[in-house]
Each structure stands twice: as C-alpha cells, then as structure tokens.
C-alpha cells in the first residue's frame, strides 16, 4: 500500500528544525518529516522564518509527498519508523 496523505496542516518543530506531516500506509500512521535545510533548498535562500518554511512547504507539497511515498515503498524510513527527507541544495534547484 503506498502512503496516503489527508492534506492536513504541517506543524513546524524548531527544536528538531523539521516540518512534520503523517501519512498512512499499511502499518498505520507514518510521521514524515522535511528538514528546514531542505525547505530552504527548495526556494534557494538562507534562512527564513517558521511561517515562511509553511509556505515553502505549501507551494512544494507534492514533490515532498513523493518524496515520503518513494523512501516508504523502498524501506527509506529511520530505526523509529518515521521518514525523514533530506534534500541537498544543488538537488533541490535541479528538480525545480
């Protein structure tokens, strides 16, 4: 089963520096996090604040949400069974 998101609002952890989404799969919930490196890739800025990253995350939704389906369909998740997308900046402006 591929994993479902219900487009719920994203909550922002500035202790972790992550925007947290959950998806369902098969074994139930499945935490999703985008660090704020990879937000920030995306727009290719510096730094910016926890409503800007929202934003970010908004406008680039589906590309963070197939990303979170490929590593679940390809065992990409952490020992704690969340996934966790990492993007490097040069990556982030070629997709873009």
Request: glycine residues 6%.
């Amino acid at each position: 089963m591929a994993l479902t998101f219900l487009n719920e609002t994203p909550i922002y952890n500035p202790n972790r520096e992550t925007l947290r989404i959950v998806g369902i799969g098969s074994s139930g919930h499945v935490l999703c996090r985008v660090a704020k490196q990879t937000l920030l890739a995306y727009e290719q800025v510096d730094d910016a604040s926890p409503t800007q990253l929202l934003k970010i995350f908004a406008k680039h939704r589906p590309a963070f949400e197939w990303a979170a389906r490929q590593q679940y369909l390809t065992g990409g998740q952490q020992a704690d069974g969340s996934i966790l997308i990492v993007l490097e900046r040069q990556e982030a402006r070629l997709s873009a």
